[in-house]
T-cell receptor
Framework: GEDVEQSLFLSVREGDSSVINCTYT??????LYWYKQEPGAGLQLLTY?????DMKQDQRLTVLLNKKDKHLSLRIADTQTGDSAIYFC????????????FGSGTRLSIRP | GAVVSQHPSWVICKSGTSVKIECRSL??????MFWYRQFPKQSLMLMAT?????????EQGVEKDKFLINHASLTLSTLTVTSAHPEDSSFYIC????????????FGPGTRLTVL
């Protein structure tokens, strides 16, 4: 079945790198996503990666995909206080992104 | 960028009453909108897919008579929680598709429903 798992919490010192990990079970997943949810706000799509890619970099964000282990990670370089949020990993099987399965979310907190 | 609004942002109601939540795409037309439910510290659970001009498609385990969805126009979908009970208390979030690519999808800010 479809399942996406993440650890619930991560605490990082400001300026360090944050690495949020995610595992998924469905090997048919076509797209894998990272979303950010700030308090009281909707989810914001940060980045996504196609299943035939190993890595994608976008400014401070680096996504790594290990298809063999069904493991996805999001690295945030030079973590800032504005990065405090809940980060959701998600997968979908279809290019239209009609049905997306979300992980439980990782709450990232930044300490000075 | 594209904006999706939800109204109200939070609502408190008594058991047995019905509550309507609106999801609007403010600067684009959305033929498809999705409704999610999120419990504290848990993931988003897809409730139903709403297509303009047709009946909503509900996920398994979601009662369609309890969660009424209407997508009457290309910019508005409504979710009505009928005869609400305390266990219906949750954060309800809509997602609207502005196009076919995964980048053209936008979430509303969510509506927190508390049923007393």
């Amino acid at each position: 079945g479809e399942d996406v798992e993440q650890s619930l919490f991560l605490s990082v010192r400001e300026g360090d790198s944050s690495v949020i990990n995610c595992t998924y079970t469905d090997s048919s997943s076509t797209y894998l996503y990272w979303y950010k949810q700030e308090p009281g706000a909707g989810l914001q799509l940060l980045t996504y990666i196609f299943s035939n890619m190993d890595m994608k970099q976008d400014q401070r964000l680096t996504v790594l995909l290990n298809k063999k282990d069904k493991h996805l990670s999001l690295r945030i370089a030079d973590t800032q206080t504005g990065d405090s949020a809940i980060y959701f990993c998600a997968e979908s099987l279809y290019s239209s992104a009609s049905k997306i399965i979300f992980g439980s979310g990782t709450r990232l907190s930044i300490r000075p | 960028g594209a904006v999706v609004s939800q109204h109200p942002s939070w609502v408190i109601c008594k058991s047995g009453t019905s509550v309507k939540i609106e999801c609007r795409s403010l600067d684009f037309q959305a033929t498809t909108m999705f409704w999610y439910r999120q419990f504290p510290k848990q993931s988003l659970m897809l409730m139903a897919t709403s297509n303009e001009g047709s009946k909503a498609t509900y996920e398994q385990g979601v009662e369609k008579d309890k969660f009424l969805i209407n997508h009457a126009s290309l910019t508005l979908s409504t979710l009505t929680v009928t005869s609400a009970h305390p266990e219906d208390s949750s954060f309800y979030i809509c997602r609207a598709l502005a196009g076919r690519s995964m980048a053209e999808q936008f979430f509303g800010p969510g509506t927190r429903l508390t049923v007393l």
